[in-house]
DNA sequence: CATTTAAGTCTACAATTGAGACCTTATGCC
DNA sequence: GGCATAAGGTCTCAATTGTAGACTTAAATG
């Protein structure tokens, strides 16, 4: 039970020092837990569990092997839980751990961060686009 | 100015439907803006502008080509600003633009949650890794 | 005259990702 | 019987991305 006054320090210093590279909460955790696939994943299964073709068919566009990656991925750092089924064929099925319920909510602000600002950035990226054609 | 009770709207609006695969923040924005060094390099410049090379110093671990390319990446989704200073040899300074500072508090939230977790998720790790050792 | 500092670029190699064929087991359908 | 379907993956190959680090240009400094 971390408090805010707590928190405020710990921004602090990492503004003043900087992460060291070897141990970096940046670097170690949070990279591996934003990409794309993983997001959209924990997204999907903060509506309850899902199975792994019900995740391929509310994910179009993910492949089934970036799909395996990111469950194994989301399961390995302890954020997801994998359980089979004893049906017929057998099923798996993919739920939130604690850790991984405690991870939506900053997350989501985030992706709500990125919904409000998508068309903007979009402009922007066209104007500057425009400028600099050469690439 | 998107309300509260609006941004719970668009959550469970997400959450029901999923998101468009050709319109989507996570998709087109988020993991853009969330990787590695785009990430360490906004929290640096939080503490004010920064120059090239005092960004590589502070982050010992990021090559000249990928920060260039983080940098290039941040500026044209319009969340850093690079100005040409009038000096020899000439420098370069970085700066937040209102953008990318709006987008500090909502990513600190998620890297202190990284920090909070960080050694929990490295011993679920290595239980995972234990378990299979076969990859 | 060689070094340093500034801000990069360039090249070669390694790692990650994507598209999609293939696998196994079991059940329903004709 | 024999084929299709569904489950949850694995496998291979190609394309994209990332990394390491040598090289560049131009002025100032020792």
Redesign the interface.
Known sequence: M?SQIN?NT??DT???Q??D?HNC???????G????WT??VL??M??GPKRFNQLLR????VSRRMLTQSLRDL????LATRTVLNTRPPGTEYSLSG?GR??LP?????????????A???T??QR??DQEPSA
Chains 1, 2 share one sequence.
């Open positions: 971390t928190a710990r921004l990492w503004q003043a900087g992460f590279p909460p940046v670097r170690e955790i949070l990279s837990v934003t990409s794309k997001v959209l997204i999907e903060d509506s509310r994910l179009p566009d399961e390995r750092n302890g850790l405690s991870l900053p997350l989501l602000n985030l992706v709500d961060w990125a919904s409000q600002h998508q903007f950035i979009v922007a990226r500057f686009d």
